[in-house]
């Protein structure tokens, strides 16, 4: 089934239920018709495109991507944790 935007509030017949503007509601293409007539119904949704799916080779590469980013992470931590062991010394011996 279809879907649409609605663009005037109505009342479900088959519910008995408002339907607020803005909603979206599923008609076939009889519902439709009457709908359209009654001009309460407004564009189609179009559904949205499923990503496809990840072969597994990609998921290994991007995990192999993924650990050597954390590994130069843990490398620029450890520069840094010298580094500011070095400005630490520094600070006492001037004292």
Partial sequence: MKQF???NQFEDVTS???VAVGSIIEADAEREILLRAADVIGKE???VAK???KKEADSKEAEAA???GDEAGADDETAQDKS???RVKASKDEK
Avoid: F, R, S, Y
């Fill in 5 to 7: 935007i609605v663009k």
């Fill in 16 to 18: 008995g239920e408002l």
């Fill in 45 to 47: 949704v179009q559904p």
């Fill in 51 to 53: 990503e496809p799916e």
């Fill in 66 to 68: 993924e650990k050597v």
């Fill in 84 to 86: 500011a062991a070095k």
